[in-house]
């Protein structure tokens, strides 16, 4: 089993640890609940290394990333920004789901855990006709720092001026990287950092009075924040207009020519389920592959959880599309009229259904 | 850690019994179980009147992660369930012994009670 640099650091605060795609990781330090509302209302920190993280070098990263990736890198071409994509196969089907971040001196590409060999494989195989060297980085470590505190505990341990940063904004802090990005729905900031520096950081953000989160709460958190888990909510199977991802589709530059783009322009006129939220407000609770039927059609539950902010369960669903906000799902021998809506529930802190 | 009481038996899928003075029989699952689940958000209770076998699916447990199905340890009639379950699931993490009991039973056979393991035995394979 695979440890991450902050494993000790998880027995000391006597998590749970679970197997996690190979890794020891911990799942909760006590209680779920009590954690995720934590980072809804105060500051949590979640050790969150066992993600791939990939450094490309080379002269031709940007018209790479071009072709890679069908979000557009332009968008990032100022360096200190970073963008959410889809990784797709030629079909348009989804093989995972990334961040890339351009640092000024290179380009970054941080993935999921599960994915990491075959990721490594197809960036090699496709990066064969360009000046691209990666190079997958095991000696860092990341911590996200999460919630509507996560800036005041940062400036408590000394690093400030962090009120400039927006969103998807990145910078290099004493040759750490601290991105505004997160997977909570909150404020946030994701930290990567030398596995040698880790555990003096983790202790600081301890002793400045934050909590650990284990992934239990990461989990409720995302579901709330209407972020998609690659494995749960989509895969290779799938595609992005039926995932909620069409907006991370660029087709703004006519000559970009880049992985899927042929097939998705007939995936597209041919999409007929989309990926909406669903909410039950009786007792009960939403779980994966439960169905779901509605109006117009059918479909099924992939993410589903009770959720710890509003004390009822909520959900995605892939749907046929034609829904009229009302549907159906049967838990068990019992029928439960269910709400069907546009994911986020929540964002900011706000309740949005 | 929940102390296991002397007076309780067990089943490997980690429900327990107390035989009450009156003959009926406590069911509830053990703190071990509730431990494993973690933060438990609903509780499906059995009909008062159901006839039950020993072995069956009595309720169902959720916690923020799964569900999981309790199996009933003797066999008999369903005469109480605890309600207090029904808005306040989480008294199954904080009390499973006691206030986080989940029915009662009419039992049709108290032999069977004799089939299931001791505290001890139940730790043990709580260990493995």
């Given at each position: ?14 998590a749970?640890m679970v197997d996690?795609?190979?890794?020891s990781?911990p ?6 609940i009590n954690?995720?509302?934590?980072v809804r ?10 993600m ?15 072709y890679l990736?069908p979000n557009d ?23 995972d789901d ?5 640092l000024g001196?290179?380009?970054r590409?941080?993935?999921n ?10 960036f090699?195989?496709q990066s064969?006709?360009y000046?691209v ?6 000696d ?11 800036e ?17 904004d990145v ?5 750490s990287?601290?991105?505004k990005?997160?997977?909570?729905g ?10 040698s520096d880790?555990?003096?950081f983790w202790?600081d953000?301890l ?9 239990g ?5 995302r579901?709330e ?5 690659y494995?749960?909510?989509?895969d ?11 907006w991370?589709?660029d087709l703004?530059d006519?000559n ?12 597209k006129?041919?999409t ?6 669903i ?12 169905l ?12 589903g959880?009770y959720?710890p902010?509003?004390?009822f ?5 892939r749907l046929?599309k034609?829904?009229?906000g009302e ?21 900011k802190?706000?309740m949005?259904? | ?5 002397g ?17 009926t029989?406590?069911v ?12 438990i ?9 159901t ?11 959720e916690?923020?992660k799964?569900?999981?199905d309790?199996?009933s340890?003797v ?8 309600e ?13 012994y ?8 009419q039992?049709?056979?108290?032999d069977?009670?004799?089939e299931l ?10 260990e493995?």
């Amino acid at each position: 089993m695979n440890k991450t640099t902050l494993f000790e650091q998880h027995k000391n605060l006597g998590a749970k640890m679970v197997d996690f795609g190979g890794w020891s990781m911990p799942i909760n330090y006590g209680s779920q609940i009590n954690e995720h509302k934590v980072v809804r209302s105060d500051v949590g920190i979640f050790d969150v290394s066992h993600m791939s993280i990939f450094d490309l070098s080379g002269s031709e990263q940007e018209e790479f990333l071009k072709y890679l990736l069908p979000n557009d890198v332009n968008k990032i071409k100022n360096s200190g920004r970073a963008l959410y994509s889809p990784l797709l196969n030629n079909d348009g089907g989804i093989l995972d789901d990334l961040i890339v971040y351009n640092l000024g001196t290179h380009y970054r590409i941080i993935s999921n855990c599960a994915t990491r060999s075959q990721n490594h494989d197809w960036f090699l195989k496709q990066s064969k006709n360009y000046d691209v060297k990666i190079k997958l980085m095991s000696d860092l470590s990341i911590v996200a720092i999460q919630g509507p505190n996560s800036e005041n505990i940062l400036d408590k341990i000394g690093i400030y001026n962090l009120n400039t940063m927006s969103d998807f904004d990145v910078k290099i802090y004493n040759s750490s990287m601290i991105a505004k990005t997160g997977y909570t729905g909150e404020e946030g900031f994701e930290v990567v950092i030398d596995n040698s520096d880790v555990e003096s950081f983790w202790m600081d953000l301890l002793e400045a009075g934050a909590s650990p989160i284990g992934l239990g709460a990461r989990d409720t958190l995302r579901l709330e924040a209407g972020l998609n888990l690659y494995g749960s909510d989509m895969d290779i199977n799938n595609n992005p207009y039926e995932s909620n991802l069409a907006w991370t589709i660029d087709l703004n530059d006519k000559n970009r020519d880049f992985i899927g783009k042929i097939a998705l322009e007939d995936i597209k006129k041919d999409t007929y389920k989309e990926l909406k939220g669903i909410i039950l407000r009786d007792k009960g609770i939403l779980r994966s592959h439960q169905l779901v039927e509605h109006k117009a059609g059918n479909g099924e539950i992939l993410s589903g959880s009770y959720s710890p902010s509003f004390g009822f369960s909520i959900a995605f669903a892939r749907l046929d599309k034609g829904h009229n906000g009302e549907g159906r799902v049967k838990i068990r021998n019992n029928e439960f009229k269910v709400e069907i809506v546009s994911p986020p529930f929540m964002k900011k802190g706000k309740m949005l259904i | 850690m929940n102390e296991i009481p002397g007076d309780l038996k067990f089943k490997t899928s980690h429900e327990w019994v107390r035989v009450e003075q009156d003959g009926t029989v406590t069911v509830g699952i053990s703190d071990h179980a509730q431990d494993l689940l973690g933060d438990i958000v609903f509780v499906e209770l059995p009909d008062i009147g159901t006839q039950m076998n020993a072995e069956d699916e009595v309720a169902i447990v959720e916690s923020v992660k799964a569900a999981s199905d309790v199996y009933s340890p003797v066999s008999g009639e369903i005469i109480e369930v605890n309600e207090l379950l029904l808005d306040n699931p989480e008294t199954v993490n904080e009390s499973p012994y006691s206030d986080g009991w989940f029915y009662k039973i009419q039992p049709d056979d108290l032999d069977e009670i004799n089939e299931l393991l001791s505290p001890e035995e139940y730790s043990e394979v709580c260990e493995e």
